[in-house]
């Protein structure tokens, strides 16, 4: 995995939390929108909105240098839209570039010929 590759995994994994801490922030405002006078909805569906749209640009970057499959892309982009998909993004990202630093190494040591 290349420098540009690696970046681009990590600026999607580390927007995937805040984007879904920001959907549930969302859904618990939309909540006490209704049952109280208190009202964040305008703040927090602006804070949800644009950490989306940096989530959604940063998943087509990882799609196209990591070159994933559409089950891959499609599985991480359905993350997304999830509640708290975003920490399961998040995981399962953090475990690919571990796993790709890990294939580097032994790149490196000639361990394997991959």
Known sequence: MDLKTATALRRLRLVSAPEAISFLLLL???VLKRTTEFNAVPVMGA???ALFV???FFW???WNRAKWSLQTAAVYFV???LPAGGFFAERKLRREAED?????RARNEGVVNA
């Open 28 to 30: 618990v405002c939309s």
């Open 47 to 49: 804070v949800h909105g």
């Open 54 to 56: 940096l989530y959604v």
């Open 60 to 62: 087509a970057d990882a």
């Open 79 to 81: 993350l997304s839209v």
């Open 100 to 104: 790709a630093v890990i294939a580097s």
